[in-house]
């Protein structure tokens, strides 16, 4: 009984330490822009997979158009997607991020 316990610990606290996903969010990638092109050329320069995206605009209200390209392109969609308002009115969108590179739209060819 003993020996199983111990086991089940060691494996509990290895497990921990190589799951990136529990960790993840202690990164955070903060992204300002004034339109969804200034988010995605951020986003590839400073981000990475796994990090905390932050994402608000330069002074202007963040609009729907790019808060849903946003989402859609770049959020871990089994973890919470948060948009709330900041205390100017504008908005902010918090995610984790899928992958910094945009996900591709699929065509018919």
């Keep these: 009984?003993?020996?199983?316990?111990?086991?089940?610990?060691?494996?509990?606290?290895i497990l921990l330490l190589f799951c990136n996903e529990i960790f993840a969010q202690e990164r955070y990638c903060w992204v300002s822009g004034d339109n969804f092109h200034d988010i995605k050329v951020a986003v590839s320069?400073?981000?990475?997979?796994g990090d905390l995206l932050w994402v608000v605009t330069n002074n202007i209200e963040l609009d729907e158009w790019s808060l849903e390209?946003?989402?859609?392109q770049y959020c871990e969609f089994d973890s919470e997607i948060i948009i709330r308002k900041r205390?100017?009115?504008?908005l902010y969108l918090q995610c984790i991020l899928h992958d910094e590179k945009?996900?591709?739209?699929?065509?018919?060819?």
Excluded at 45 to 49: F, I, K, M, S
């Design 69 to 72: 390209q946003t989402i859609g």
């Design 87 to 90: 205390n100017n009115g504008g």
């Design 1 to 13: 009984m003993v020996l199983t316990n111990k086991v089940l610990l060691i494996f509990t606290a």
């Design 102 to 109: 945009s996900r591709k739209r699929r065509t018919d060819d």
């Design 45 to 49: 320069n400073d981000c990475q997979e």
